[in-house]
């Protein structure tokens, strides 16, 4: 309870804002997403009056695990663009691990994997330059030789995922 406490204050502080919302006015803008313990940067840019494409970064650091750093870009295809607004995405990424070293022994490799995937979502304008979005994801990963990520070393993997973001435009 003591941590869903900061977010409904935060939802209810910002539902006169939703209330007094006409359309969304979509442009650049920095989201942030949440995804299985994993904090990502978005840059969504909306490229036409239902389309946007998304970079995305994310790093992740271990002191005795390693660096793991995840480059991305999605497209999205919204089905309409209102104060819900659903879509459905294509999906594409890079994630890097890098080993911290053992100070006895050998030498750890970095790993490559490869994601290729769809997602479908909604994001909801709470006020014209900010909303909150859910989506839900299939994604295939090809995992790198040596690679433990998925469990699965040197194959394709399916697997799902869910994120949660929170977005400004400017």
């Known amino acids: 309870m003591t941590r869903s406490l900061p977010l409904l204050v ?10 007094a919302q006409t359309e969304p006015a979509p442009g650049t803008g920095l989201s942030a997403s949440v995804q299985a313990g994993q904090f990502d940067l978005l840059i969504p840019m909306w490229t036409g009056p239902s389309t946007a494409i998304i970079p995305s970064i994310g790093l992740a650091f271990g002191q005795d695990v390693g660096l793991d ?3 991305g870009l999605a497209a999205r295809f919204y089905r309409r663009v209102a ?4 879509y459905v ?4 990424g890079v994630l890097f691990f890098s080993p911290s070293q053992p100070e006895d022994g050998p030498d750890l490799d970095s790993t490559v994997d490869f994601l290729v995937g769809g997602a479908f979502g909604a994001e909801a304008f709470l006020a014209p330059k900010f909303s909150l979005g859910v989506e839900g994801q299939l994604n295939l990963t090809l995992s790198g030789e040596e690679s433990a990520r998925f469990g699965n070393p040197g194959n394709i993997n399916v697997n799902t995922g869910a994120a949660v973001l929170a977005t400004v435009y400017f």
Not at 10 to 19: F, I
Not at 89 to 92: H, P, S, Y
């Open 69 to 71: 750093l995840r480059a």
């Open 89 to 92: 995405a294509l999906r594409g």
């Open 10 to 19: 935060l939802l209810l502080l910002l539902a006169p804002l939703a209330l």
């Open 83 to 86: 104060e819900v607004s659903p």
